[in-house]
């Protein structure tokens, strides 16, 4: 038995696990759960993922869940350098702009997106002020992100790493919005960005995203 992801492709979440799969060029297959005839709640589903969420994964008798812990497996397993493992260093920086891509980065950005991607799609009006609050948080984010990428090229040092690449599933949404204007106030995060999608791992998850 190969790996499975469990989930849907346009997710964000499942997003980051394929990424990294890319990255190590693992093999995998995709497994599609239906979220419309609640087979995310199915018991056969609560057992990969007891939260009833995707994505769930399942490497032969290895079955795990929450995406960053998931592509951390991913790349351990492969050995790759995302982690900067071998310096403890580096890992310590790695693991520490992970975390703030998940509470810092992650909470008003996908909010952002939610409400203007969404919403509409389930006929639902956009609340332009959770988006408009939401905005001024990403912007006191992306503050810190400039300082800390006008000393370096990546977040965690002059090296790409999962750090980076964790951000990717979200702002590839918010970049198909007309708020993806706010990076323009923003250079070095802005070239960062367009650093991270030259990556054929990233052109390939972009693919399967929007297909």
């Known amino acids: 038995m190969g790996m499975k992801v469990y989930g849907l492709t346009k997710t964000t979440n499942v997003a980051r696990v394929l990424i990294s799969l890319e990255e190590v060029g693992a093999e ?3 497994v599609p759960v239906d979220f419309a005839t609640g087979e995310h709640k199915s018991q056969a589903h609560l ?3 007891p939260f ?3 994505p769930a994964f399942q490497d032969d008798d290895v079955m795990l869940f929450e995406s960053r812990a998931i592509s951390r497996y991913i790349l351990r397993k492969y050995k790759s350098n995302l982690l900067r493992e ?4 580096e890992a310590a920086l790695v693991d520490v702009w992970v975390d703030v891509e998940y509470g810092q980065y992650n909470t008003p950005a996908s909010s952002i997106c939610y409400n203007v991607i969404v919403k509409p799609m389930h006929g639902e009006e956009v609340d332009l002020e959770v988006v408009d609050t ?3 948080k990403l912007k006191k984010v992306l503050e810190v992100y400039e300082a800390r990428l006008s000393q370096c090229k990546y977040l ?7 750090a980076d690449l964790s951000h990717v599933p979200c702002t590839y949404y918010l970049m198909l919005t007309q708020y993806k204007s706010v990076f323009d106030s923003y250079p070095h995060v802005k070239a960062w960005w367009e650093a991270i999608m030259t990556r054929p791992s990233i052109k390939k998850v972009f ?5």
């Open 28 to 30: 995998y297959d995709v």
């Open 156 to 162: 965690a040092g002059d090296f790409i790493s999962f």
């Open 134 to 136: 939401n905005l001024e």
């Open 47 to 49: 057992i990969r993922n």
């Open 86 to 89: 071998d310096d403890i260093k």
């Open 52 to 54: 009833g969420q995707v």
């Open 207 to 211: 693919d399967i995203m929007s297909a």
